[in-house]
């Protein structure tokens, strides 16, 4: 992997779990959001604008995709990241955790990214997260 591609992922790894933490501490939740590179290296986060009050996080991962899939291939961005919250189990997790999905798409990388960073929120209002981890799907 690139040095670029590698700082890309890290920089949409980075805004996207920090804004997430946020979220989670000032309100407990979050609908899914999302960020791109563009050609220029830039990182800019990106909204999805549904009329409904509370929309389905389903819808708006897939109205983001659909955008960020068109942008790709136009080469309008290099990557792009769409996070959101997921209820996680693994071999390291029998039971079922919160954690913060980060799925990532690279014009460098085939397939995609996603990470997931288990957190459990304290009743202090503080978030403390486990051991993150990878996948890539091809």
């Not at 604008?49 to 899939?69: A, C, H, M, R």
């Not at 039971?95 to 990470?115: C, F, M, P, Q, R």
Request: net charge negative; proline share 4%; aromatic share 14%.
């Amino acid at each position: 992997m690139s040095p670029e591609v590698k700082s890309d992922i890290e920089k949409l790894i980075s805004y996207s779990v920090e804004f997430a933490e946020t979220l989670l501490l000032d309100s407990g939740e979050y609908y899914p959001f999302s960020s791109k590179i563009v050609t220029s290296g830039e990182l800019t986060p990106v909204s999805f604008f549904d009329e409904e009050e509370y929309p389905d996080s389903q819808k708006i991962i897939n109205g983001l995709t659909s955008v960020f899939e068109e942008a790709l291939s136009k080469k309008e961005v290099r990557a792009y990241c769409i996070a959101y919250d997921v209820r996680v189990k693994n071999e390291k997790y029998n039971s079922a955790t919160n954690a913060i999905l980060v799925s990532i798409k690279h014009e460098d990388v085939e397939g995609k990214l996603t990470y997931y960073y288990p957190y459990v929120l304290g009743n202090n209002k503080k978030l403390v997260f486990l051991e993150p981890w990878g996948e890539h799907e091809n």
